[in-house]
């Protein structure tokens, strides 16, 4: 099929909304969380530049878009979420990813981190993903 990523106004995926999206569902399923769009603190990849990916292959790095949520330490166990660009290690699960793929990184106490890679969706994978965000939307708003 033709791929995930091609778009007619690819501006969601560049500035971070659809990621910020998929972190709000996420947060609110697996973290039993109310959050909303607005709440995470967000940056896409629209202003890296050349110079910046030159950097960072001297460097051994590469930029990724990471979204994370990490539950604060207080009296609500409310969370901070961010969709945020980032430079990461090469050894690290993020820098392997191409095109649409992602990753997930569970952060646990029991098992320490565990990755969930979803490579190469399909359009299939994008209409599901689209259709299970507008449901997680429609309940949040009633």
Request: proline share 6%; net charge negative.
């Amino acid at each position: 099929g033709e791929p995930a990523s091609t778009l007619a106004d690819p501006s969601n995926d560049i500035d971070g909304i659809d990621a910020t999206f998929k972190l709000v569902a996420l947060c609110n399923v697996l973290m039993g969380q109310k959050i909303r769009p607005n709440d995470v603190k967000r940056e896409g990849i629209r202003n890296i530049t050349p110079k910046m990916i030159q950097e960072a292959k001297a460097e051994s790095t590469r930029y990724c878009l990471v979204c994370s949520a990490e539950r604060l330490d207080d009296d609500r166990g409310s969370v901070d979420a961010r969709v945020e660009l980032r430079r990461v290690k090469l050894e690290s699960p993020f820098a392997a990813l191409q095109g649409a793929s992602s990753a997930v990184v569970f952060v646990t106490d029991v098992l320490g981190p565990v990755t969930l890679p979803s490579t190469d969706p399909t359009t299939k994978d994008t209409a599901y993903g689209l259709l299970s965000d507008s449901l997680i939307a429609l309940s949040d708003a009633q």
